[in-house]
């Protein structure tokens, strides 16, 4: 579809969808991302977006039609160190019909959306090199022999879900995305899930209850250890163990193992002798700005994703 070249600038409105309108956003953004209606009207859902406020999906609108989106993720940073919980606003479905792209709408909703008169880094993000793709070797790492069972995402109860965000809760590590109320996870972290193909352990044990996720399990190529949470280093590592024992038994001739992220517990050291030096990759997209926080805390928050203790998994995004 070709581009509208001589649209008039000038009859452009910018606003936010209300909540009457919402509608129509959702139907913007599923052909664009190819999402069906359920998920992307969880934007708006309480269950699934409890924090959401009418205003934060900003709109561009042409002869009354909504041509171009930005949505603005309330998200909840909870700090371990001082039992705080910080605001986040997440940049998500920067979206415009294909023949209306080109014109500059994205930029002038972000704009709106953060309140700064230019673009990027000028506009004052920064990027936020996060470790990530954590590839160890099995060889030095003994199969555990412990009788779990590994399911898909899409076998998990609803008690189920309520024990994975119960877990979650109970471990965060110096900060951590807030999944609450559990329906986040039955939403966003299920979807999230289910498009890496992932299955996942939910282990109990006496007192002890952790769970660890492994993505792409269908593929050889892409399978790694996406996400586990666990109440201290032994029971981190039991769990890291069975996910390597799965995969070795799905994929006999894979030699290595990608972790999504840093242990929490386990340091450097301790990867190095449990598996051998690790190779740590690096994400370079994560973008963050600060707005009201103190400048300290600010910098204390990047810190801590820059040295990997803390993660965005992507069970948090959404």
Known sequence: MNSVSNIDISSIIYRYVEKHEQQHAVDLWCPIFKTNFNVEKSYFSLDASPNYEEGDTLGAWYNDKLISTLHIRRLILFSNENNKKYLCGGITNVATREEYRNHGFSRHLLQMGTGRPNHYSVFGWEQVPQPIKIIIQWKTISSLDIDVVWRPISDLSSEDFELLHKIHSNNPRIYQIVRTPSTI?????????????????????????????????????????????????????????????????RYESKKVICLFALPKYMTIEDLTQWAGPPQIGINQEIMMRNIRLPKEIYEKIKISYSNGSTVFWSGDYF
Not at 220 to 235: G, K, S, Y
Not at 241 to 246: D, G, I, N, Q, Y
Request: charged fraction near 25%; proline fraction near 2%; hydrophobic fraction near 40%.
């Open 185 to 249: 996870f039955q939403h966003w972290v299920k979807m999230r899930w289910e498009s890496n193909h992932a299955i996942v352990c939910l282990y109990e044990h006496k007192e002890e209850q952790g769970y660890v996720v492994i993505g792409k399990s269908d593929n050889e190529a892409d399978i790694c250890v996406l996400e586990w949470q666990a109440p201290n280093r032994n029971l981190e590592q039991k769990l890291l163990s069975l996910a390597v024992t799965e995969i070795r038994q």
